[in-house]
Nanobody, 123 residues
Framework: EVQLVESGGDLVQAGGSLRLSCVASGLSGEEYAVGWFRQALGKEREGVACISTTYGMPYYADSAEGRFTISTDKAKNTVHLQMNSLKPEDTAVYYC????????????????WGQGTRVTVSS
C-alpha cells in the first residue's frame, strides 16, 4: 500500500523559513511524480511544486518560484520542500501527493495523498 507522510509544518513569522518533508513508501520501482499542494481556509487545493522521479525535473507554481525549492532524497524515499521568505498568504495545510505519470500541478492528476502538515505564517 502506498503511504505518504508529511512533516515540518509549524508556526513561523513572515520572512522566515521552513522545510517540509514527505516520506513515501510503496512506490519503489514505479515511474511517478511527487507534488506539494496546499489548501488555505476557504480556498481550493492548489499546486505548489512537483518533481518527476524519472527525470528529476522540478516545476513550480508562480507563487512558489524563487522562494520554494523541491528536492528529492531518493535513497530515503523522501521529497523536501524548502520554503523561504514566507508570507502570511502561504498559510495553509500542505499536502504531499504522488501520481503514476508526469509531473503536474493539478490535484486531480494525483492518486495518493498524505494527511497534510499545517503551516502558519504570522505577520
Amino acid at each position: 500500500e502506498v503511504q505518504l507522510v508529511e512533516s515540518g509544518g509549524d508556526l513561523v513569522q513572515a520572512g522566515g523559513s521552513l522545510r517540509l518533508s514527505c516520506v513515501a513508501s510503496g512506490l519503489s520501482g514505479e515511474e511517478y511524480a511527487v507534488g506539494w499542494f496546499r489548501q488555505a481556509l476557504g480556498k481550493e487545493r492548489e499546486g505548489v511544486a512537483c518533481i518527476s522521479t524519472t527525470y528529476g525535473m522540478p516545476y513550480y507554481a508562480d507563487s512558489a518560484e524563487g522562494r520554494f525549492t523541491i528536492s528529492t532524497d531518493k535513497a530515503k524515499n523522501t521529497v523536501h520542500l524548502q520554503m523561504n521568505s514566507l508570507k502570511p498568504e502561504d498559510t495553509a495545510v500542505y499536502y504531499c501527493a504522488a501520481a503514476h505519470g508526469p509531473c503536474l500541478l493539478h490535484p486531480d492528476a494525483y492518486t495518493f495523498w498524505g494527511q497534510g502538515t499545517r503551516v502558519t505564517v504570522s505577520s
